[in-house]
């Protein structure tokens, strides 16, 4: 996320100036940020009602069966508040466009790419993310079938990989490979992983059965 | 999540009326978000200037999908995956859920709506040509009331459409198709999943007494609204399936289409590769009318 530190307003894509954690760390450093962008000084005046970039709004995010109150901006991401705001850091951004896969989470039990949702289109339902597919301090069977079966190399993809296959699971408990792949698909791995990927949600298939049994 | 905008707004009402009397109120100003695949990728990438969000997530009257007597209603919110699932339109729509298996991937269609993808209006939408083959209506609704019209007639040229700023899509009409028709849908992408259309195709057609009594082509990614191939059904109308003249309707689709370069393909590639498609489709009209 940046918000314009340069002094070329709306539009510009210079990335320079605050870096980014600095940025993050508060949300009245992110206030501050815009007011000096210089960008709200030139909007007219918004009426007082209205929800503005600066005025955060109350949220309660459930997330791995634990209730946040986080203080939201109504157009920050689902990605952004999960990873900056609550430290859950487990959910990768990658394209941040819908298109690799490294920000799936479950929203009610179903796959969902966290940087196409809006952090409000959450409230009052479910979100898991990897850290809440741990069975305490054992890993779930989905993450265990990734370990067993090498299902990653650099493992960037792997949070997101891990949480399409728990979602395709929950939908189709005994995929056939074609199913797999193609349920996968939305998935990108840079390392080129596939291969072992399809064998872990073949794997994580039979673990998850074993384990319900 | 790049997006800084200097003015924004969300509001999620509950009711569908609450959301309209919105919409009238200040028509123009709300931008209904649904899925949000679309504009959430606007939002991240900063190409949203001003922005005042109406979530019409929430509206359980745009949901759902049913079977009313001869045709199946889907609402405006209907995902890909719900579509996919419901066994009415899987045995009686096979193209209206092949576009929906391959729209995006996983995430994509569990989130991605029906009236989101016809009111994004891009030529290169995948459920368009299926609900142009099929001869779908659609229903708008706003304070003044509902409106139905031919999905056809909807899109008025690249990006406009018969909509007005304070309507929402209520839904989608597909008539069922009589007796056991001819149904055919192709996309070609880059790749199988995540993948722009450079072109698509779906075609209906009724066979009886082994002559093409009814048939529609509709066309995406070749023109700048997704359209049908008219020229070429009326090449094909009223022939026997034993002597259809495929290459004449093969030539014929080139006045159907006016496709352009950009970033995914050429207007020669679509060209050629449309052609080949529909080949595909007739040679393939032709097995099944012999077999029926
Ligand atoms: C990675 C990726 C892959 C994709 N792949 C494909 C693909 O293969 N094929 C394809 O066709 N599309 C694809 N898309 C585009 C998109 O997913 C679809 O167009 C989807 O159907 C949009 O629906 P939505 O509900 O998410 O729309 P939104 O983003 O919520 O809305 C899109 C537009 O429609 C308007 N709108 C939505 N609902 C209504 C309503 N009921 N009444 C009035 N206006 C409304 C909104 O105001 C907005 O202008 C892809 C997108 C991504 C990010
Ligand atoms: S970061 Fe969300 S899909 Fe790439
Ligand atoms: S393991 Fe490296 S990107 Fe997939």
Redesign the pocket.
């Known amino acids: 996320m940046d918000d314009h530190p340069c002094k070329h307003g709306d539009g510009c894509t210079c990335h320079s100036g605050v870096s980014r954690r600095g940025f993050l760390g508060s949300i009245t450093t992110a206030a501050a940020g815009i007011a000096a962008s210089g960008t709200l000084t030139a909007a007219p005046a918004p009426p007082p009602e209205k929800a503005q970039p600066d005025e955060p709004v109350k949220l309660q995010l459930s997330v791995n069966g634990r209730t946040h109150k986080v203080l939201v901006e109504p157009r920050w991401t689902l990605l952004y508040v999960l990873r900056d705001q609550l430290g859950l850091t487990g959910t990768k951004p990658g394209c941040e ?3 690799c896969g490294a920000c799936t989470v479950l929203i009610d039990g179903v796959a969902r790419y966290s940087c ?1 949702t809006l952090a409000l289109e959450a409230k009052g339902k479910e979100v898991t993310t990897i850290e809440g597919l741990m069975k305490g301090e054992e890993l779930g069977a989905t993450q265990r079938a990734f370990v067993e079966e090498d299902g990653y190399q650099c493992g960037y993809c792997t949070p997101g990989q891990v949480m399409a296959a728990e979602g395709l699971l929950r939908v189709n408990p005994r995929p056939s490979m074609e199913e797999i792949r193609h349920g996968m698909s939305g998935n990108l791995c840079r390392c080129g992983a596939y291969v072992h990927i399809f064998k872990s949600v073949e794997k994580a298939a039979v673990l998850s059965a074993s384990e319900k049994r | 999540m790049r997006a800084y905008l200097p003015d924004y707004d969300i509001q999620s009402p509950e009711t569908l009326d609450e959301a309209l009397t919105l919409l009238s109120r200040e028509p123009g100003k709300w ?11 606007l939002l991240n990438a900063g190409r949203l200037s001003d922005l005042n969000l109406l979530d ?1 997530s929430r509206l359980t009257e ?1 949901r759902g999908i049913s079977e009313n007597g001869p045709s199946v209603t889907f609402g ?1 919110l209907t995902t890909y995956s719900e579509l996919r699932q419901h066994p009415a339109v899987r045995e009686h729509l096979p193209n209206v859920v092949e576009s929906a298996r ?3 991937a996983q995430a ?1 269609q569990n ?3 029906l ?3 016809i ?2 209006a ?1 030529p290169a ?3 368009p040509p299926s609900l142009l083959a099929y001869g779908a209506e659609i229903e708008l609704v706003s304070v003044r009331g509902k409106r139905r019209v031919p999905y056809e007639s909807f899109h008025k040229g690249y990006k406009k459409m018969d909509l007005a700023p304070d309507e ?2 209520h839904s989608i009409h597909v008539p069922i198709p009589k007796g056991s028709g001819f149904h055919f849908y192709r996309k070609v992408g880059t790749r199988q999943a ?3 259309s450079k072109t698509c195709l779906a075609a209906h057609a009724r066979i009886e007494n082994g002559v093409v009594e009814e048939l529609r082509i509709g066309l995406g990614s070749v023109a700048p609204v997704p359209a049908r191939a008219r020229s070429a059904e009326a090449v094909i109308l009223g022939k026997a399936v034993d002597f259809l003249p495929i290459e004449d309707a093969v030539k014929a689709i080139q006045s159907d289409i006016s496709p352009i370069d950009d970033i995914r393909s050429t207007a020669r590639y679509r060209r050629v590769v449309t052609a080949n498609v529909l080949r595909q489709a007739l040679e393939e009209l032709a097995r099944t009318g012999r077999a029926s």
């Open positions: 466009r819908g298109e196409l | 931008r209904p978000i649904a899925g949000g695949t679309d504009l959430m990728v019409i745009l405006a391959v729209t995006g994509i989130r991605g709506t009236g989101g993808n009111v994004n891009s939408a995948d459920t929402l899509l995540q993948a722009i």
